[in-house]
């Protein structure tokens, strides 16, 4: 159904990625309905594509693919347009977790006429979610271009002569989320952003003794400003917020990453470095399927 011309739509970053990387490998003529995050994301991965408004776009004689988002109603406002107008929708699957509520609008249920999945866990939740609506199993192309690109950076990992970690913790938001869905922040997972740092604070002096630093990065959705209450914490290593380098540069130059359940932790996967989930007790379980991940709640 999709041939080599389609709308794509997109606001969060997770989807924005799979998407503008899979449309610039198999579409010759793209539109797109972008916002939030995608924006940049769009104009880093993929060149012949025209930005255009919902109206425009969705004027067009073409198939429609989607992301899917927390933040914004955009992607499933599409899909229910599209399908209210006879057009053909996909949607790209960029997670592994709330794969139903990703489809909800004003408590209805508004799923497209195919799924598309980028790993065998992600296609087995669609057939326990959606056991009717046809599936399809792509490569997924954001991890190429990270492996590509780890590849490219390979000089900045280098030994640390003094043995002291550098810990990179990537932040989520995980309050946002929850607010916009449920209206309390501890809601959708069980605890907040402040509970799982505090959590991964307490952990430092027993798990990661011997700290050089610790950076925080922000998620694509936040700014360094929207993390300043970290600062409250008193630090015996040196600390910042910052996102002013590349993921995957970020990635290299640490020794040590620490997430809750972000993709971002894959990539660290991905580049050989250890991985940690700061989920708190009596929470959530982090929902990445990938065994390298060390829960610090069974540490403690």
């Not at 899909?79 to 997670?95: F, G, R, S």
């Not at 209450?229 to 993921?247: A, D, G, P, T, V």
């Not at 995957?248 to 130059?253: F, Y």
Request: hydrophobic share 40%.
């Amino acid at each position: 159904m999709i041939r080599d011309s389609a709308i794509l739509v997109s606001h969060d970053a997770g989807g924005a990625e799979l998407l503008s990387l899979w449309a610039r490998e198999n579409l010759k003529n793209a539109v797109a309905i972008l916002d939030g995050p995608a924006l940049s994301v769009f104009k880093k991965n993929i060149q012949n594509v025209k930005v255009l408004p919902f109206s425009d776009a969705m004027s067009l004689p073409y198939p429609v693919i989607t992301g899917t988002s927390w933040q914004s109603d955009l992607e499933i406002t599409a899909i229910k347009y599209a399908l209210a107008n006879n057009k053909y929708c996909c949607t790209v699957l960029d997670h592994w977790v709330n794969y139903q509520e990703r489809f909800v609008l004003h408590d209805e249920i508004f799923a497209p006429n195919e799924l598309w999945c980028f790993d065998e866990y992600a296609l087995k939740l669609c057939q326990t979610n959606f056991p009717k609506i046809p599936r399809k199993l792509y490569a997924n192309p954001y991890f190429s271009a990270i492996k590509s690109e780890l590849d490219s950076l390979q000089n900045i990992s280098k030994p640390r002569s003094d043995k002291k970690l550098k810990l990179l913790y990537l932040s989520e938001s995980v309050d946002s989320h929850s607010l916009s869905r449920h209206g309390k922040t501890r809601q959708l997972c069980g605890y907040n952003e402040k509970d799982a740092f505090a959590f991964l604070y307490s952990c430092l002096p027993n798990l990661f003794s011997s700290i050089h630093s610790m950076t925080v990065r922000p998620h694509p959705s936040q700014t360094t400003s929207d993390l300043s209450w970290m600062n409250s914490y008193e630090y015996q290593h040196k600390f910042s917020i910052s996102n002013e380098s590349s993921l995957c540069e970020q990635i290299l130059s640490h020794d040590i990453v620490i997430g809750l359940e972000s993709m971002a932790m894959v990539v660290a996967i991905i580049a050989n470095k250890p991985v940690f989930s700061a989920i708190p007790p009596n929470s959530k379980r982090c929902s990445i399927p990938y065994s390298q991940i060390t829960h610090l709640s069974d540490l403690i």
